[in-house]
């Protein structure tokens, strides 16, 4: 199936719109680093320096825009930063809390579908209380109204971090149900691609917090769900095509760092 010319056109000038603004605005640190530029040369650490602070974006000038923009067409509404229903029972806040613990102290495996219904037993009891819950990175609603909320993620996810990631999805799940009792809620995990290919993503630092066939989507399984089959290798085409028609910029940004000591 794949990406169309038009999506494919529009995702490398995201990516050469966002290098471009990068390199206007983008000064590299300051550090005196003698024996460090001595050996391997201060363009070769600018480029460094330049690769950890474009990581630091990537989820939000290019990872987000790019996939709305396969979204776009295959789901009926999809948008990023979008805020969940602002309202949520206190009784499933407290069933929350209960899956947490029974997750941790290992006394249940995780199941997206056990705990999504769980949670819809009781998602309007009394009280319900207002709450600031975080945006949504990726907001998307197919034709019937099932809806699948994706908190974007870097690729080696904080290990410690994982129990709050897990409370936030099943939050978002009860303040949508708070809001419809009978919505069809999923909320994930996006992982943007494998730093440990052509091995398996390692998974396992996951196991026992998440339900890691529904709720961890990692590379081809996160943008062939957004865009559909074959949207991953489309768009690491199109990184490449992008990388290949800016060098020459590339190349000319960097060199003005060389032998500048």
């Known amino acids: 199936m794949g990406l169309t010319e038009e999506k494919k056109k529009y995702i490398k000038e995201t990516l050469k719109q966002s290098l471009r603004q990068k390199f206007k605005n ?7 680093m003698p024996f ?18 474009i ?11 790019v996939a709305i923009e396969l979204a776009k067409g295959r789901f009926a509404v999809a948008k990023t930063h979008l805020a969940p229903h602002d309202e949520i029972s206190l009784v499933a806040q407290q069933e929350i ?10 006394t249940r495996e995780p199941n997206r579908e056990a705990e999504f219904y769980a949670i819809k037993n009781v998602c309007r009891d009394a009280p319900i209380r207002k709450i600031k819950p ?11 109204g099932v809806k699948y909320l994706i908190d974007m993620k870097t690729a080696k996810p904080n290990i410690e971090g994982f129990t709050g990631h897990k409370r936030k999805l099943l939050e978002w799940v009860a303040l949508e149900l708070a809001k419809d009792p009978n919505a069809i ?25 998440f339900d890691l066939d529904k709720e961890v989507l990692v590379a081809e399984e996160l943008w062939d769900f957004i865009g559909g089959e074959g949207a ?30």
């Not at 995990?189 to 630092?205: L, S």
């Not at 290798?233 to 032998?259: H, S, T, V």
């Open 36 to 53: 460090h530029h001595r050996l391997l040369g201060k363009d070769r650490m600018a480029l460094f320096s330049f690769i950890h602070s």
């Open 134 to 144: 975080g945006l949504v990175d990726i907001w998307l609603e197919d034709k019937n």
């Open 26 to 32: 983008y000064q590299p640190e300051t550090i005196h």
């Open 97 to 106: 809390q209960k899956i947490i613990n029974d997750l941790t102290s290992v």
């Open 185 to 209: 809620v999923y909320a994930m995990i996006g992982i943007p691609y494998n730093p440990y290919e052509p091995k398996p993503y390692e998974r396992w630092t996951m196991r026992g917090i």
């Open 55 to 65: 990581n630091t974006t990537f989820g939000t000038s290019v990872y987000e825009p």
């Open 232 to 261: 991953y290798q489309d768009l690491l085409d199109c990184f490449e095509q992008a990388g290949i028609e800016l060098r020459p910029e590339i190349d000319a940004y960097f060199e003005k760092f060389r032998n500048h000591l």
